[in-house]
């Protein structure tokens, strides 16, 4: 099969300049052939369905788990009744497996209208038995838009100009445009995301048994 073959300065280009999120939801507007507005505020259907789509992609990006939005062995303090509450802006959480093994096995749930880890395994919210009175998670944070890194805002921005594309215009050429762009700015997010990563086959289990964990899209795309 062959490989699609785009040249260096291609690549280098696909930027939309956005900073805030008021620039990504104007990109998204004039994506559409609308004009682009001076605040958020504004009453118009087409600013609504350009910042809701923006706010759904944003979420769905970060949720997949990347180097900037990712912590492991993250300290959670339990509180008097050793109960372990979810920080907010949570999109993914789970024991640290190499902290507490397969000693529990927890889902989030809602305790008196505040969200809590729930160990499946002994049905309670209750953590009395772990050492230091904490427990050691791993953690998908959702980041404001403004805090991302800017390939990301940009790759956030284009799929979001081909979503809102889709439900305001429905215009298969244009998304299909919009789509090249897209896996594009994705292939720059994912090669920043291996590149901050350091990824070292040496130095870490992880890197030793994935494959993936070294691989690197953005560069195959160049060759």
């Not at 990006?61 to 180097?67: I, L, T």
Request: hydrophobic share 35%; aromatic share 10%; with cysteine.
């Amino acid at each position: 099969m062959g490989v699609l073959r785009y040249p260096f300065f291609l690549m280098a280009t696909i930027s939309y300049g956005t900073s805030t999120e008021l620039d990504a939801v104007n990109s998204i507007l004039m994506s559409v052939g609308e004009s682009p507005v001076n605040t958020l505020t504004v009453q118009s259907p087409e600013v609504a369905i350009a910042q809701k789509t923006l706010q759904q992609v944003c979420r769905e990006v970060q949720a997949e788990g990347w180097v900037f939005n990712t912590e492991h062995e993250y300290p959670i303090t339990l509180d008097s009744s050793n109960h372990c509450v979810v920080p907010q802006n949570v999109l993914e959480i789970d024991l640290s497996h190499a902290r507490h093994g397969d000693h529990f096995n927890v889902i989030r749930k809602k305790d008196n209208g505040i969200t809590k880890l729930y160990d499946k395994i002994e049905h309670r919210f209750n953590f009395e038995s772990v050492n230091e009175s904490k427990l050691y998670c791993d953690i998908v944070w959702m980041i404001d838009f403004e805090d991302l890194p800017q390939v990301f805002k940009d790759y956030i921005t284009v799929r979001a100009s081909r979503i809102a594309s889709n439900r305001m215009v429905s215009d298969p050429n244009a998304s299909e445009l919009i789509g090249t762009d897209e896996q594009l700015a994705r292939a720059l997010a994912v090669e920043y995301d291996t590149r901050v990563a350091d990824h070292n086959i040496f130095s870490n289990q992880e890197y030793r048994t994935n494959p993936a964990s070294v691989y690197r899209p953005y560069q195959v795309i160049n060759r």
